[in-house]
């Protein structure tokens, strides 16, 4: 986006990574709602279509804000005019430098990943995000315990019940065949990669599309389909090595095959996970998918940043941190303006997309001196991905997020078909979560979006025998 705003500007790109992320089958779907996928390409592509823009590949050592400089770890400095942090977050691992807790954000440690699962008869999974929920639906032939701290698994992008429709499929004996994903993959080349020790998440990879797992061969050394079994209210107290558990003489369990079946566990395993719940289970290895935390650390030294409560760099509504001619947008930052009240950040792949191409708007508006109005993509949250193979909408405060109890859902749920949930507030439409192929999502973005007052309507707004479409054409 700067590359066209300022053709004869120099634009430099600095990652620490060989590849660099590209948004490719880019659709627009509704005003709000838009589909792509992430694509890794050699940078050099980049560089072909923009002949002003220049990539530097290496890490950031040191910004220095007060003279507008860049030292980058292969010992360069670089001055900038104008500058956009978008470092992203790193993995929120559970605990720092343990062999046997993988982190799981980037292309990288999704290959170690699947290195280790492939001698792997059972992992624990700590987490309930979007990484957690795909990663334990595609895993085959591999004992999975699942630990997470709500009452229902997927809890950052459902409730309880759209838990319910999909937990059916956690546990179905074979898979629908995927729809063929065409996205071409570039891998870094094996002699690059110097077999990276396990534990090795701090090194820079490039952040997960939202379809990560497409072409990774997820499969443990058993031979049946899917095990999971999923703890919930616990969090991870303590891990154990092998030795450390054989010291405190305590016992932990098998693979639970009922409520009532819980039995002491004969194998000696690798590592012991300790739950909040007083169990113990054994397994390979741990995978903590427990979210992200800004990458801030190599910025902070001597600049005067504003950080949020999360972590990230500030920003105003014009992505401008509290640094003159530094901007901040994506993972790394902190959303601090008054956000509308059907949207709130997400560190999610659309709005790292959508904050950097407004974040290039405000750069370019800032240096001709004119005004900019705030994007319209910051009017209403939107997110469009797929769970379990099913297509999931989530619109506005889809959770009834801040609302307290002053909110009312109505649902709707076709098992094994489609889950429709809406959340109400004074009798209009704050939120909805969409499960399958409901084609509701543009009509209830625009009921969303102008806070039409539906409380004539009642229960008739979910009725399936009425096309809600055509009502509010």
């Known amino acids: 986006k700067l590359a066209a705003e300022f053709p004869s ?22 005003k709000t709602l838009e589909e792509f996928d992430v694509e890794e390409q050699p940078s050099s592509l980049l560089e072909k ?3 002003n823009i220049r990539v530097i590949q290496s890490g950031v050592k040191q910004l220095k804000s007060d003279e507008h400089k860049i030292y980058t770890e292969d010992g ?14 790193k993995p929120k691992l559970i605990v720092e430098g343990n062999p046997y807790v993988l982190g799981i954000r980037d292309t990288d440690s999704a290959q170690a990943f699947q290195k280790n699962l492939a001698q792997a008869e059972r992992i624990v999974v700590v987490g309930n995000g979007g990484i957690a929920l795909e990663l334990v639906y595609e895993i085959q032939g591999c004992e999975v315990i699942w630990a997470i701290k709500d009452k229902a698994i997927g809890n950052t992008f459902f ?29 870094l080349e094996a002699n690059e990669e110097k077999e990276r020790p396990r534990g090795a998440s701090d090194k820079l990879g490039s952040a997960l599309g939202p379809d990560w797992h497409e072409g990774l061969h997820l499969k443990g050394t058993k031979e049946f389909f899917h095990k999971v079994h999923v703890e ?16 405190l003489q305590r016992t932990s369990l098998t693979f639970p095959k009922g409520e009532k079946n819980i039995e002491a566990d004969e194998v000696l395993w690798p590592v ?9 289970y054994g397994c390979n290895f741990i995978v903590s998918a427990t979210g992200v935390v800004p990458n801030v650390e190599p910025f902070l030294d001597g600049n005067n940043f504003a950080v949020g409560e999360d972590g990230g760099l500030k920003v105003d509504k014009h992505m401008h941190t509290s640094l003159p001619d530094v901007y901040a947008a994506g993972d790394i930052c902190t959303a601090a303006w008054e956000p509308s009240p059907v949207w709130h950040q997400m560190r999610l792949w659309t709005q790292a997309r959508q904050m950097g191409w407004y974040a290039a708007k405000c750069m370019a508006a800032d240096a001709l001196g004119e005004s900019i109005d705030m994007d319209f993509s910051f009017e209403l949250f939107a997110h469009i991905t797929k769970f379990f193979n099913y297509k999931v909408v989530v619109l ?16 709707r749920c076709t098992k094994g078909h489609e889950y429709v949930k809406v959340v109400m507030q004074n009798g209009r439409m704050v939120g909805a979560v969409l499960i399958g ?23 008739d707004l979910l009725n399936p025998d009425i096309d809600i479409e055509d009502y509010f054409d």
């Open 437 to 459: 192929e409901t084609d509701l999502e543009e009509t209830f973005e625009n009921l969303i979006l102008n806070q039409m007052d539906l409380s004539a309507y009642g229960e």
């Open 396 to 411: 506005g405060k889809y959770n009834a997020q801040g609302l307290g109890s002053d909110h009312e859902l109505m649902l």
């Open 232 to 247: 919930i209210l616990c969090e991870v107290k303590k891990i154990h090595l092998q030795q450390e558990f054989i010291q």
């Open 76 to 89: 360069k400095e670089y001055i900038y005019e104008k500058l956009c942090l978008c470092a992203g977050a």
């Open 272 to 280: 012991y996970v300790e739950l909040t719940n007083g169990k113990i």
């Open 9 to 30: 500007e120099d634009i430099f790109l600095m990652t620490a990574s060989p590849v660099i992320k590209a948004v490719t089958n880019f659709k627009q779907v509704s």
């Open 159 to 187: 409730d309880a019940g759209a838990a319910e429709f999909l937990l059916p499929k956690l546990t179905a004996e074979s898979r629908e065949t995927p729809i063929e994903c065409k996205r071409t993959k570039y891998t």
């Open 49 to 51: 279509r923009y002949p």
